[in-house]
């Protein structure tokens, strides 16, 4: 059965950086794709970022596009989410999630999730 530890979040300034990370066991990322999701209080699940299997392609939304970059380490089968110029509204609840296809924006096409793990962004 596999399984996503998400872990990095904290409380960081506005315009500072955080890196996540969603480590896999009982899968692997060669086979599966992956994507970021976070959730404000309030709001629903969002689309963050996404990357192929083994990371080949990626696909952010537009709100993060130029600001988040997904990174990953094969070896370690762990893929990061490296987070710049962070804004309020960044503020979430961020998920990975590991799935079969690839791009996929919503969330039932996942069949894989992390914990979440909390970021904030104080102004």
């Known amino acids: 059965q596999g399984q996503l530890v998400d872990a990095g979040g904290g409380l960081v300034q506005a315009g500072g950086s955080l890196r996540l990370s969603c480590a896999a066991s009982?899968?692997?990322?060669?086979?599966?794709?992956m994507a970021w999701f976070r959730q404000a209080p309030g709001k629903e699940r969002e689309f963050v970022a996404a990357?192929?299997?083994?990371?080949?392609?990626?696909k952010y939304a537009d709100s993060v596009r130029g600001r988040f970059t997904i990174t990953g380490d094969n070896a370690k089968n762990t893929r990061y989410l490296q987070m710049n110029s962070l804004k309020p509204e960044d503020t979430a609840v961020y998920y990975c999630?590991?799935?079969?296809?690839?791009?996929?924006?919503?969330?039932?096409?996942?069949?894989?999730w992390g914990q979440g793990t909390q970021v904030t962004v104080s102004s």
């Open positions: 999630a590991a799935g079969r296809a690839y791009p996929v924006v919503i969330t039932s096409g996942y069949n894989y």
């Open positions: 009982g899968l692997s990322f060669h086979t599966y794709a």
């Open positions: 990357a192929s299997w083994s990371g080949g392609e990626t």
